[in-house]
């Protein structure tokens, strides 16, 4: 069964799901997160940490993890296994993320992106996204410049 994002479960990952987190994080990226990090955010009162599961099978597909710093949420890992990649998931997990802190962040959100990475760049800029800044030298594989992107707050709904 293909996982479209009207056919997808959300819920706080738990380190249960690190494996499969990984597994993605290796799958997405040049230089992956360590499992201590990932373990890390999970365990923060400060982040959230969202995964998108396959309903029947119960697979993890992509996950999402934000930190609140001040009044700002840093949008600091978002990744979809190869596989069910262009199906919706990414912009479901930010669509998600979003009315979970809707009011909560006066700032609203930020995260840096690489300025190769043009399909990312394109999801941002379609949730709302906008370039803001550059940071210069940010990777430390390549030295690549980070695209900086700030998203308006979510106003608060009673």
């Known amino acids: 069964m293909s996982a479209t994002a009207n056919k997808v479960d959300f819920r706080r990952l738990e380190l249960r ?3 499969a987190i990984e597994t993605i994080e290796r799958a ?3 230089t992956p997160w360590s499992r201590s990090m990932f373990a890390g955010e999970l365990a923060k009162p400060s982040s ?3 995964g998108a599961f396959e309903p029947d099978s119960r697979e993890l597909l992509g996950f999402l993890i934000i930190s609140r710093y ?3 949420w840093h949008v600091m890992n978002l990744a979809v296994a190869p596989e069910h990649r262009r199906k919706r998931i990414a912009t479901s ?3 998600r993320l979003f009315e979970l802190t809707a009011g909560e962040g006066r700032r609203g959100y ?5 300025i190769s990475n043009d399909v990312a760049i394109r999801l941002y800029e379609q949730a709302g996204f906008k370039a803001r ?3 210069r030298g940010y990777y430390t594989d390549n030295r690549e410049d980070a695209l900086i992107m700030w998203r308006d707050p979510e106003p608060h709904r009673a």
Do not use: F, M, N, P
């Not at 930020?110 to 690489?114: A, C, D, K, N, S």
């Open 17 to 19: 799901d690190l494996t």
């Open 28 to 30: 997405s990226y040049s």
């Open 48 to 50: 959230i940490s969202l």
């Open 70 to 72: 001040v009044d700002a």
């Open 93 to 95: 997990l930010l669509e």
């Open 110 to 114: 930020t995260l840096e992106v690489r």
């Open 133 to 135: 800044g550059i940071r």
